[in-house]
């Protein structure tokens, strides 16, 4: 679907990212972790086409992005500094995006994203009197007003509370299930992987990537049972695994991470973090 | 580019403007200032000064209006224009439009609509102003409408500039500075004379013909192809903030290559430019033009050749209808196809009959009012007339238009009216042609041996300073006059100004009857005047008193003290300030000198405010030259004048009501929300 190759970007011969190839298909969520400044947000950026790589190809169904009509038809983006305008209110947010989108009915089409994310209390409030976790909600349903294809988010649960939080992944669940791919970004490791079903790592603008490449996780859940042995043992890739108590450690391939978490869901996954 | 999304973004940055109270204040702002301007304007038409005359509605009031509403769109254009991209870029909403199926110059196109939606209330927020001018005169529509659409045009200019300069800016300060220096030094730069490629590239002349009431295919095309380029640029600025890695020289290049090609097609369009006058009645020719015939006119003959399919038949046509609108009676052939030279190139011919000598011919291709203008001029500028200023020491404040006291104003009249101008230095020798001396405010003495020599030859005019001591008291009481070193003191208010005493107002009363010198309905206002009175027992010269000031009035040898009174040494009542000196040698009374005890009569500050003060001056020329040619008076216009109570209340409408009103509907608008 989304195919990106060699792709490099550098500020005054600063190198930012560097020969980043990776692929997205239909109907998956990719989570992409970092540390602060690895590269994440420039790499949706220029996915998103508000920024132009020094080199590389980015194509959509087979066509260079910056030349195909429909890319931007079919993606969505939420950008970490949302673009709202601070005195209008949310309905007129949403309403001048769905026009700016060329929408069939945009009254009707905001109506249903108001109810779909739950915003009809704040609707006629203007942005800046809206709590971080509103406005995040907002600038999400500004993403999703044209139902893209592809939606790109940067780190899109900060300032959501943990229950907007849980609905979030729900929802993304929902989408996906819908033929949406997303891909988002995020530095908090067990949130990404709790949904995503794959990850990608970058690191100074590379990815890591490789099969030889395997780390040690720790994890903690808080129902430990006899069978979670036998689970993870069932995840291809998985070796070592040790448990003592509430307390599991294991090693894997980093790509395998998301698989680990989803089925430690079921036992009350805490934390995840890995030890080298 | 969809048409529907350029009106989406234009509705939501008009609609930005109101959701705070940056578009209110705006606003409200602008009809307080324009309320203001115009206020101080109509204060003028009640001033003592204007007594029974009144301000010229059409070419005084109203372009004079127009001009600083210019200059105060000029001022707010470039912050309202400040955030239109770079201030979306600093607030990352920038995105929004970036990741939308949208062009840059949709993005662009959409930004400009809606700034030029909110020009278009700021004009709008003027129309009460003008409904109320309406009320009081009878204002001409299309004058009005073509003052708005000339504002309009500037102002829809001065916001592509805006957002040019926003789109390559990183910050909305960077912006507004880069958008308000380019805007002034564009505008400031029209008012350079003698620099025809600066005065091309200024709206200023341009905004100056649409208040004129003239619309010239130039000036329109000047403002459609300016704001093009800075739109094109500006869409280009736009797409270049998604290279934030750079752009290659070729790419920054391509705007210098497009406003050559403009520059070239202006000059291009220049070629042929035509003007649409809204008015039939209005002269077509313009009145230098007119002065020339006046002057020439029995001994000039018109051969046309054009057929009607010809558009200059029409300009000819046109002309010769001014011609005789002005009661010239300039004979005119017209050719048939018959009697045209087969191999001739067609146009009008000018021929100048010379009694006993060969007619002089020339041929005019290109009929606008300046080539015809210019055509004249070629036949008919041997017979002007030389005139040879000196003042401070030959300084050139005979040309100087802006200082108070220089005579620039004056200068552009006498050009106007074909005279030729040159400044002589007394301690040099006159090498070119003179026909009359003028001695403006000198300071440095001259030479009582070159004023004889060269005032044999020819006549003069001498305008003294209070302050002056250029010409020695004993020449001048060797010709018949007699100056003092004193002030008039005129303690009639109805003959001050300003409730100055040294400032007086004359009219017909205070002027002797005279062949030459009028002042009909007129006034003449000056200040600071010495006395200039005749000695009656020189028997050489014929002296006449001609102007004076009231009987109360006195001239002060005393000035420096605090409690002035008349007393021996004044002159007391109807106190003398210009002597006709007229020399007796051929029998009959020649005018060979006038003397006035002021320059301040063709001073810009006098002459601005009354410029009538300019219309003596040429009178006295005229009468010292012999010369009887009809001084063109400039085609009537409605007058206004206000009494004192009328100022205030449409100083009350324009400054608080309309004004507040705005105000009143923001705050409600604002609470409402």
């Known amino acids: 679907m989304l195919q990106i190759d060699q792709l490099h970007f550098s500020i005054h011969s600063t190198p930012i990212l560097q020969t980043l190839s990776f692929s997205l298909n239909a109907g998956e969520i990719v989570g992409f972790v970092g540390n602060n400044g690895a590269g994440k947000t420039t790499t949706l950026e220029i996915l998103s086409q508000c920024i132009v790589p020094t080199s590389g190809s980015i194509t959509w169904n087979g066509k260079d992005v910056w030349t195909a009509d429909d890319y931007r038809r079919s993606m969505g983006y939420v950008p970490d500094r949302l673009p709202l305008y601070p005195n209008a209110t949310v309905r007129e947010n949403l309403l001048y995006t769905a026009k700016l989108r060329q929408l069939q009915n945009p009254q009707l089409r905001v109506d249903e994203l108001i109810e779909e994310f739950q915003l009809s209390s704040v609707s006629r409030s203007p942005i800046r009197t809206l709590s971080k976790g509103w406005r995040q909600w907002t600038g999400i349903a500004q993403a999703w007003c044209h139902t893209p294809k592809l939606l790109l988010l940067d780190e899109p649960t900060s300032g959501l509370d943990p229950s907007g939080r849980q609905r979030f992944d729900s929802w993304l669940r929902t989408i996906r299930s819908e033929g949406t791919t997303v891909f988002f970004s995020s530095h908090i490791l067990s949130e990404v992987e709790a949904v995503s079903d794959r990850v990608l790592w970058i690191e100074d603008g590379r990815l890591i990537e490789g099969n030889d490449v395997m780390w040690t996780i720790q994890c903690v859940v808080e129902l430990p049972d006899s069978s979670i042995n036998e689970t993870l043992q069932n995840i291809d890739g998985v070796t070592d695994i040790q448990i003592d108590g509430t307390c599991i450690s294991l090693s894997c391939h980093p790509n395998i991470r998301p698989k680990v978490a989803q089925s430690l869901v079921e036992f009350g996954l805490l934390e995840m973090r890995r030890i080298r | ?673």
């Open chain 2, 1 to 673: 580019m969809s048409l529907r999304l350029i009106q989406t973004i234009g509705r939501w940055t008009f609609a930005e403007f109101f959701r705070s109270w940056i578009g209110w204040i705006s606003l409200m702002g602008f009809a307080l200032l324009n309320g203001l301007t115009l206020s101080m304007m109509l204060w003028e038409t009640s001033n003592p000064l204007l007594a029974g005359q009144g301000v010229e509605l059409h070419r005084v009031l109203l372009p004079k209006y127009f001009s600083t509403m210019n200059l105060l769109l000029l001022m707010i254009i470039p912050a309202l224009t400040m955030n239109s991209i770079s201030g979306e870029q600093v607030s990352h909403r920038l995105r929004l439009y970036q990741t939308a199926p949208l062009s840059s110059a949709t993005v662009v196109l959409g930004k400009a609509l809606g700034i030029a939606y909110f020009l278009g209330v700021l004009l709008l927020s003027s129309f009460p102003l003008i409904g109320m001018l309406n009320w009081h005169a009878d204002l001409e529509w299309t004058r009005w409408i073509l003052g708005y659409v000339g504002t309009g045009l500037a102002g829809s200019l001065f916001i592509t500039l805006g957002i040019w300069s926003s789109a390559h800016s990183r910050k909305p300060l960077t912006s507004w500075f880069l958008a308000t220096s380019t805007v002034l030094c564009l505008w400031f730069v029209g008012a350079a004379q003698g620099f025809p490629i600066l005065e091309a590239l200024s709206p200023l002349p341009k905004v100056q013909e649409y208040l004129d009431g003239w619309v010239g295919l130039l000036d329109t095309f000047y403002f459609f192809s300016l704001g093009a380029f800075f739109l094109y640029h500006a869409q280009d600025g736009l797409s270049a903030k998604r290279h934030l890695s750079g752009r290659s020289w070729d790419v920054r290049l391509t705007p210098t290559l497009w406003l050559v090609v403009l520059l070239m097609g202006n000059i291009l369009v220049s070629r042929y430019d035509r003007y649409w006058d809204h008015n039939d009645t209005r002269p077509f020719l313009s009145e230098e033009s007119l002065y020339l015939l006046w002057n020439e006119g029995n001994l000039l003959e018109l051969v046309i050749d054009l057929e009607e399919s010809d558009f200059r038949y029409r300009q000819i046509t046109n002309h010769l209808r001014t011609i005789e609108l002005s009661g010239l009676e300039t004979p005119v052939t017209w050719l048939s196809a018959s009697d045209r030279p087969p191999s001739k190139e067609r146009g009008v011919t000018l021929i100048l009959k010379n009694e006993g000598q060969e007619d002089r011919t020339l041929l005019l291709t290109s009929l606008y009012p300046e080539d015809f203008y210019a055509g004249l001029k070629q036949l008919l500028d041997p017979r002007k007339k030389y005139l040879c200023f000196t003042q401070n020491g030959g300084e050139p404040s005979l040309f100087d238009g802006t200082s108070p006291n220089g005579f620039g104003l004056l200068t552009e009249e006498l050009l106007r009216l074909n005279y030729a101008i040159h400044i002589i230095d007394p301690r040099k020798k006159i090498d070119q042609p003179c026909d009359l001396i003028v001695v403006a405010g000198r300071q440095t003495p001259i030479n009582d041996e070159w004023l004889d020599t060269h005032l044999e030859a020819r006549s003069a005019i001498l305008l003294l300073d209070p302050a002056t001591v250029g010409i020695s008291e004993s020449w001048l009481n060797q010709s018949g006059v007699q100056t003092k070193d004193d002030f008039i003191i005129e303690v009639n208010p109805n003959f001050q100004v300003y409730g100055n005493p040294t400032t007086l107002l004359l009219s017909q009363y205070a002027l002797r009857q005279h062949p030459t010198l009028a002042l009909a309905n007129q006034s003449l206002l000056l200040s600071e005047v010495r006395s200039v009175s005749m000695i009656e027992d020189n028997t050489q010269t014929l002296t006449v008193e001609l102007l004076h000031a009231s009987p109360q009035s006195w001239a002060e040898t005393n000035y420096s003290s605090d409690t002035p009174s008349p007393d021996d040494a004044d002159i007391v009542g109807n106190v003398p300030i210009l002597v006709e000196v007229s020399s007796l040698q051929s029998g009959t009374p020649t005018p060979k000198m006038m003397v006035m005890g002021t320059s301040s009569l063709i001073q810009n500050s006098w002459v601005e405010q009354n410029p009538h003060n300019a219309r003596v001056f040429i009178q006295m020329l005229q009468n010292l030259l012999r010369d009887t040619r009809p001084i063109p008076d400039t085609p009537r216009d409605t007058k206004i004048q206000m009494t004192t109570a009328e100022v205030r209340n449409s100083a009350f409408f324009s400054i608080l009501l309309v004004p507040g009103l705005i105000g009143i509907l923001g705050v409600w608008r604002r609470t409402d929300g």
